[in-house]
């Protein structure tokens, strides 16, 4: 055997787990770079990132520094969940994470839901261009849904030569390997696929929080919502395996987590196109059968596809949070079948009140957009009509605006501006009336609260979530991050509460502000 092939060549025969564990905790300077590079995935990519590693050491040598790396994140749960593991990579390999984009590398993990975020993004990359005047050296990388559509490509091609790196969403595991090449090349290099049914996760991940974490349970999306880019950028739906989800789990819980976030475009329809399929509700019931974890959300949940059975998984479980996120978009049962969304207004109201019914306490949140090709006067009332009679504990209210490439945008009766703006104001303050009263509903108990940070703008005061999502601030020592405490919310602002500490434990609440009688 090749003396240069032969550490992976010993890899392979490995048993897999034994596989992981030794790259998880593995010095990449022992990988020996001059040799071939592996094959199988993620290997390859720890291979890359053993050469970057060198690389790096490189510019340590010739700097007198470590090289800055900046990821900026753009997107949704989903794009947080992939910078997280951006962030990871580079760390692994020696970055040292700033968040200044006058960085020696700097890469946008963008959204491109809206049009205005693909403006966003060419508006700050004027500003890059001007640092790396500044900075021959520096290093720009684009990702992320933008850089699926053709046209953007292009674009980048032709006006923005200076950009290094460019790939997708479909290849984002290779990024170790792509970064390697663009650190080789004086190029832009471009990787985009147009789709894939690869699903390889065990990179390296930097979290943004020690005690919970995003988990990727699907991929993609098959809904085609005629407003949406998403499966066009996405790609259609892949389900990972519940045994390698049931696994990182559990190893994020040995690692501290105690919350995690199941992460899909349509969490309810994971499972379906799996070899042996199973359902998102049975998912569940084996997540939550695993020690140490103590609360599991989800997002996002499509109401065509939310099961009876979910409900009472959800009803009868004790981890996962009181809280489901079920986009409405409208409530007029004409526009929902021009926008493809499969269900009409009274199939929605009947499922918001299984829900209810089957979970009085349950906090339910939407989305919903005003002013959809066609939407009349009597359309947007319906809309309102919904949210009277769901009464959301938030909702996230958008404005229609045209996103090329979808078959909304060539719609004709496009609704005028200012009828627009008008139903969105009566929107809004019907939904933040609302709001207001059902999150008053709580006031003068005691929940458990998930410490998740210090308050930026109360001194001495920490923030946490409730399992309905609700937001409480009250007196609390930073040392309670990560810790849950009973809470007694004492007064509702609106959207949050200002509480107080009633945990009789005197180990985690003494000196900290909280309620020892």
């Not at 091609?157 to 479909?170: A, R």
């Not at 139903?423 to 929940?447: H, N, P």
Request: hydrophobic share 35%; proline share 3%.
């Amino acid at each position: 055997m090749n003396g240069k092939t032969c550490f992976f060549r010993m890899l392979y025969t490995l048993e897999r787990e034994q596989v992981k564990k030794m790259y998880n905790g593995m010095d990449l300077d022992k990988i020996d770079i001059n040799s071939e590079p592996p094959t199988e995935e993620p290997f390859r990519q720890y291979y890359f990132m053993a050469k970057c590693r060198r690389w790096v050491k490189d510019f340590e040598q010739k700097n007198g520094r470590s090289p800055k790396a900046c990821v900026v994140n753009m997107g949704c749960q989903m794009n947080a969940r992939d910078a997280e593991k951006l962030s990871g990579i580079l760390r692994r390999i020696g970055y040292e994470e700033t968040q200044k984009e006058e960085a020696d590398f700097v890469i946008y993990n963008t959204c491109t839901v809206r049009e205005n975020a693909n403006l966003k993004v060419y508006g700050r990359l004027g500003v890059l261009h001007g640092y790396k005047k500044k900075n021959p050296g520096m290093k720009i990388a684009l990702c992320g849904c933008m850089m699926q559509e053709p046209s953007v490509v292009e674009k980048l091609k032709k006006s923005y030569p200076f950009v290094d790196l460019v790939f997708g969403t479909h290849n984002l595991f290779k990024f170790a390997e792509l970064f390697y090449t663009a650190l080789e090349s004086d190029r832009m290099i471009i990787d985009i696929w147009k789709d894939t049914n690869q699903i390889v996760e065990d990179l390296p991940v930097r979290r943004k929080y020690s005690f919970k974490s995003g988990v990727n349970i699907m991929f993609g999306c098959n809904n085609f919502c005629s407003y949406c880019i998403v499966p066009y950028v996405r790609g259609r739906e892949r389900s990972r395996e519940a045994s390698d989800i049931i696994q990182e789990i559990e190893g994020l819980v040995a690692d501290g987590v105690t919350e995690v976030m199941l992460l899909g475009q349509n969490v309810n329809s994971y499972g379906k196109n799996l070899t042996e399929p199973i359902t998102f509700a049975e998912l569940l019931r084996r997540v939550e059968k695993i020690d140490g974890l103590q609360r599991i959300r989800f997002m996002t949940s499509h109401p065509k596809d939310l099961s009876d059975e979910l409900i009472q998984v959800m009803a009868g479980s004790e981890k996962i949070c009181r809280h489901l996120h079920l986009p409405l978009q409208s409530g007029s049962s004409a526009v929902l079948k021009v926008m493809n969304r499969r269900y009409t207004k009274e199939q929605y109201l009947e499922l918001a009140e299984k829900i209810r019914k089957a979970m009085p306490d349950i906090a339910l949140t939407t989305d919903i957009i005003v002013g959809f090709p066609g939407e009349t006067e009597e359309d947007f009332q319906e809309t309102l009509d919904v949210v009277r009679k769901v009464r959301y504990d938030s909702a996230f209210t958008f404005i229609y605006s045209k996103r090329t490439g979808t078959p909304a945008a060539s719609m004709e009766d496009q609704v005028p501006e200012d009828a627009v703006k008008d139903r969105f104001d009566r929107l809004l303050k019907e939904v933040q009336d609302i709001s207001k009263e059902m999150a008053k509903r709580f006031t003068g108990t005691e929940q458990e609260v998930l410490v998740e940070e210090r308050n930026r703008q109360m001194e001495g005061y920490v923030t946490g979530r409730l399992g309905n999502n609700h937001v409480v601030h009250f007196p609390g020592h930073s040392s309670l991050i990560g810790s849950f405490v009973k809470v007694r919310l004492e007064e509702c602002r609106g959207f949050y509460y200002m509480g107080r500490c009633v945990t009789k434990d005197l180990g985690t609440c003494m000196l900290q502000g909280c309620d020892q009688t």
